[in-house]
């Protein structure tokens, strides 16, 4: 079993809906991150997180390390949003960019 | 604008061959990472390095190498490429006390 799984692995919207994608880890993490990858491109780190919620622009990021489980929401999805989207855990203790990578969730908003 | 540049952006080798791959930041990070991208396990790290004559072995390190010998490059050799390495490369740098992640574009290696 994968230490960090990610759920949906593939989403298509419509454009405007709200967005949620889920990740769950199963080892006690000090932070935990969600990047962003757009077809052939590179990957830009949207948020670190370590409890709480976070917020930039059309995106949520929320983290309840008890349950431990994270959710990405976007709200009023755009066809720019398309992309894969990856969750990404630091191990408790672990070192900077030791991290345990999701598989990713690909997510297409159709106009 | 602070950025961080992979080159070469693509390349095709031979089995055997020794290849460089280079990582240039200029967001004067201490810390500076390699993973590799695979279809089915996702990105793993290769080495990293918190500064200056500093590497360790990340999940994958066999058949790799790396050095730093300043503050703004860590190139990624393969000493002796094989087929098994054909895969999309990207670095990343962090600040010491943020941990946000910065990524290059990647450099996708195929290895013939």
């Known amino acids: 079993k994968n230490e960090v799984e990610q759920s949906p692995q593939n989403l298509t919207a419509q454009e405007g809906e709200f967005i949620t994608i889920n990740c769950s880890y199963s080892v006690g993490i000090s932070a935990l991150h969600w990047l962003q990858q757009h077809p052939g491109g590179g990957i830009v780190s949207l948020f670190m997180l370590s409890s709480g919620k976070k917020k930039h622009g059309r995106l949520i990021a929320t983290i309840n390390i008890q349950e431990k489980h994270s959710s990405l929401h976007i709200t009023a999805s755009h066809p720019r949003d398309s992309a894969v989207y990856i969750c990404?855990?630091?191990?408790?203790?672990?070192?900077?960019?030791?991290?345990?990578f999701g598989k990713g969730t690909k997510l297409s908003v159709k106009p | 604008d602070a950025e961080i540049t992979q080159s070469p952006r693509h390349k095709i080798t031979e089995t055997g061959r020794q290849v460089t791959l280079a990582c240039h930041q200029t967001?004067?990070?201490?810390?500076m990472f390699w993973y590799r991208q695979d279809l089915g396990h996702g990105l793993r790290l290769i080495h990293y390095s918190y500064g200056v004559q500093d590497t360790n072995k990340g999940e994958v390190s066999d058949g790799y190498s790396v050095s730093r010998s300043n503050t703004e490059d860590l190139p990624l050799t393969l000493e002796s490429a094989a087929s098994s390495q054909t895969s999309v490369y990207f670095c990343?740098?962090?600040?010491?006390?943020?941990?946000?992640?910065?990524f290059g574009e990647g450099s996708r290696l195929t290895v013939l």
């Open positions: 990343a740098s962090s600040g010491a006390y943020t941990g946000e992640l910065f």
């Open positions: 990404a855990v630091r191990r408790y203790g672990g070192s900077q960019g030791n991290l345990i």
């Open positions: 967001w004067n990070h201490n810390n």
